[in-house]
């Protein structure tokens, strides 16, 4: 399976300011998606990343919020904006089109 | 949106012993994934499964595509304190989306 690599691995940051999170994978896919996993929670799917397109972002997820880029097939960012306290989640990506792999995830608190 | 009823939420057992884990749905899925995930990581691939009916085995794991296509479980032989770890249950819906359903989580606590 592809080799997942997620950037960065662990942040604290402050409320109001934004983080840009990067996932890398070592070769070609079609499909890359973004994840959130609240505290003791289960995973969220964010929203796909489409290749040189907007991505498609599930019901309660907004661009606003967590803005995407998927410039080419082995490369995908997810920005969190604005952060909150409730934002304190573990971030993951995923590629694949079957079965999906995951990244480590980027572990993020915002004080 | 919509979650995988996975039970049971928790399991404490003895190392050695089996563990039996289940996902069920009011709808019906055409690929069913079951992910371990240990403190620190991402959820990591166990078994696939694509077909109603399929039973797949890897190493201790065993996990079957329930027939009416709604559930799926997953066991576990012969518990290791390695177990220890959150087991998610996966189903992605037919109609060619790529997105998948997580469960809940079960949460394996192996006393050596």
């Known amino acids: 399976s592809a080799v997942i690599s997620q950037k960065p691995s662990r942040d604290i940051c402050q409320r109001g300011t934004s983080l840009t999170i990067q996932c890398q994978v070592d070769s070609q896919v079609t499909m890359m998606f973004w994840y959130r996993q609240q505290p003791g929670q289960s995973l969220t799917l964010i929203a796909t990343a489409n290749q040189g397109s907007e991505a498609t972002y599930e019901s309660g997820f907004v661009i606003d919020k967590f803005p995407i880029s998927r410039p080419n097939l082995t490369f995908s960012t997810l920005t969190v904006s604005n952060m909150s306290p409730e934002d304190s989640s573990i971030y993951l990506c995923?590629?694949?089109?079957?079965?999906?792999?995951f990244g480590d995830g980027t572990r993020l608190s915002i004080l | 949106g919509q979650q995988l009823n996975q039970s049971p939420q928790s399991m404490f057992i003895q190392e050695g012993e089996d563990v039996s884990m289940n996902c069920t749905s009011s709808s019906i899925f055409n690929t069913w994934l079951w992910y371990k995930q240990d403190p620190g990581e991402g959820p990591v691939l166990l078994i696939a499964l694509y077909k109603a009916g399929e039973l797949t085995s890897n190493g201790r794991l065993t996990a079957q595509f329930g027939i009416t296509r709604k559930d799926s479980f997953l066991n576990i032989s012969a518990s290791i304190p390695s177990d220890v770890g959150i087991y998610f249950c996966?189903?992605?819906?037919?109609?060619?989306?790529?997105?998948?359903?997580f469960g809940k989580g079960t949460k394996l606590t192996v006393n050596p």
């Open positions: 996966a189903g992605r819906r037919p109609g060619g989306s790529e997105k998948l359903v």
């Open positions: 995923s590629v694949g089109d079957q079965p999906q792999h």
